[in-house]
């Protein structure tokens, strides 16, 4: 029997309302691509304490819920990643669910219904065929963006209408000259022989009964334009392709479809070239006026023609890349005419301008991350990305951006003819438009700086795929930083649904052997500048990622479904690195990136750190296998937890039984095994002692690499050395966190010394590989969330919040709020008068575990917190 069953016979919690209903797609689309959705929501409550004890939710095709279908009462105190408990949708399908649960006052009433739509679900549902322009395959070089349009006849209003669209390359596509969406570089990077993402959107609003024209241009993209630093082309293909079904429903149920086929036609216009490294091209004299509308003649254009449908279609879940900011450059003359623009900060975009002159006139836009020692752009770091768009005037005014392109830069200059004037200047910043969660503020603004650093590293490398840079002829998706940064991303941006796109493709382009690509989508590095690649195109820290990031994903979201989805390439990496140990049980014969770009390192060697690559490597292997007993445990796997959890054991033993030596002389090498419990219990200690020692003997300047860098601080902390890590931390000599700030950053650099202490740039020895915005350097974050400030996860998915604040380092407060699955949870302390006083506040259906600094006692009774607000004051002695 059903909860529903017994209306009226239990109390009623009239304090508490369930809201924010939500599915594990937040692609801000109409539709959704599954057909069994996992279900959220959270609760809202001007009370303290509550808890949710049991949940009912009903499935209806329609709001009055008379037909519903109900999962009856399910004991659970979680808010999220719930089963959907009626029949999987079919395509098109709507149905409304709504949602009731029960605290210790009873039954709340049911939330207000959500709307559920689905997608295409099966490739069957497509008579859409991909098309593109027959003169347009085999280039050398960027060429004409095609344009495709197709018109077609309505009879009458449309009661609804859905576009369903995609493009091998990436594309904008209007209805009657309007673009059915802001989305940009549609549909993304993916693993594109294998998976293509598409997009559902809503256009009833664009079209009219009559004539009605649906158009769309295609650039390069990823898919054709140059990728690596060897610039590569038709890395997937040699041309571009739409694929587009709109489905109009008329008021007396007919639908019409219009789909793409050999009946459409296509031409070229004002883009002249569009490529993501290079830039664009745009004549406007050549653009044909009037395309996206109905009634343009193209009796002069070709047919199309359709190509197969190769990769299997599933909609985008996760959100689009957006302009997610405009700045006001500032700008000035340069003496030779030059207008030189400055946006304050290093972004991910493009310029925009107003501009007038003459027809044939013309203007470049060049970027750049820093100036050279002349104040001009320093774009040799750029390498071979050519990072310019140029504009050809029609006459009188323009308004101009780049298409089909991005850029990293804070500096542009724009080169004009004789008589052009530019009228306005903005920078168009994009990023994926993913959610703000996660704030931090502290006493000290160089901190709050370094900070913002590091929420713009994010933002502008968080575009389709986590790259690892914006900017030069890179721009992939490297393994290694988005394992260091993982904690940090999935606190300070809602992450779920975009890493968790990304480590499908992860699992898609695993190697059989369950080897692990060091980028994803994989594409051919060919060498790496300046060093070969390591064996079998993969290394220990990157592949890694198999396993940190879906870890990371579940620590912060608790969707075992997510965890489960991703638990086969976490095995197969493990299983990989198991093969690889030696007699010894050490991973220590193959070539490996080790702790990359370690401050020792040489300029031209990033490779060669101070902590041996076998130990790090080996050290890898045990963390992954815990952190896949861990996942296996979740999963309700005890054979594989208590597996792994053994196997962790016996490489950790094996590790510190040839390098325990070696490990205790660099900060790294202690980092890892106190953060990854490779040192004996019985030594942990002393080798606490030994990495506070190693800090204060370089007077807080770091020498950790990518791979030491995000364990270094929670290690110093863990060991009871907080003094230590706030050395660390608020060090501002060369090498270290706020140097950079020192320096000017406004993004987190690649080097921890991209720019010299003389200011001057290492071009000669650095600059095959000397990026300005990089994030994993950025992994900082998440100590100051969890450790400054005090607000981590005690279990998946913030259920229980653990309120544990360390003072230090001179600040006198600091605070943090992240907007949880349950809701914003935040803890804010302040030092005044020998008095330590924490403000927390924890979101209904949570629980808080305070832990007071050392050297601090509380006069409260109980560490345990309810949900509501709390003041906590402590005071020094015992």
Known sequence: MSASSFEGLHPTDTTTTVTAL??????????????????????????????????????????SFDDAASSGEVGSEAVTDHPWPAEPLRSREVRHWRVRVRTDLGWTAWSEPARVEAALLDDADWTARPIHLPTDRVRTSPGPVPLLRREFDLPAEPVSARLYVTATGVHRTTINGHPVSDDLLEPGWTSYPNRLLYATYDVTDLLAPG???????????????HLTWHKNRDVYGDTCALLAQLEVILADGTTITVATDDQWRGGHGDLLAADLYDGCERDLRREPHGWQSPGFDDRGWEHAATLPLSAGLTQRAHPPVRVVQVIRPAQRTLPDGTIAVDAGENVTGWVRLRVRGPEGGTLTVRHAEVLDGDGRLLTSILRGARAADHYTLAGELAYLEPKFTFHGFRYAEIGLSPGVTVEAVEVAVVSSDLTRIGEFRCSDERVNTLYANVVRSQRGNFLAIPTDCPQRDERLGWTGDIMAFAPTACATFDSRSFLDSWLTDLGIEQRPDGAVPLVVPDVDLGELPPMELPFAGTAAGWGDAATVVPAALFDAYGHHSLLGHHYAAMHAWVEFTVARLDEDGTWSSNAQLGDWLDPAAPPEDPARATTDPGYVATAFVAHSARLLADAARALGHADDADR????????????????????RTTQTGCALALAFDIAPSAERAAVGEALAALVRARQGRIATGFLGTPFVLPALTASGHTAEAYQLLLNTECPGWLYQVERGATTMWERWDAIRPDGTIDVENAGTMLSFNHYAYGAVAAWLYQSVAGLRPATPGYRTIAIAPRPGGGLTSAAASIETPYGTASVGWSLSGGALTVDVSLPPGTTGRFSAPDGWHCTF???RLGSGPHRLVLHSGS
């Open 22 to 63: 939500r599915t594990a797609d937040d692609s801000g689309l109409v539709a959704t691509p599954h057909p069994s959705p996992r279900l959220s929501w959270s609760l809202a409550s001007d009370r303290s304490g509550v808890l949710q004890h049991a949940y009912e939710i009903q499935v209806s095709t329609d709001r």
């Open 211 to 225: 004539r009605n024209a649906l158009s769309a241009a295609v650039g390069d993209g990823w898919y054709r334009g």
């Open 644 to 663: 792994y959890t053994a196997l962790h054991g016996r490489i950790a033993e094996a590790a510190w039984r040839k390098w325990g030596e070696h490990a």
């Open 861 to 863: 009774e109980t560490d």
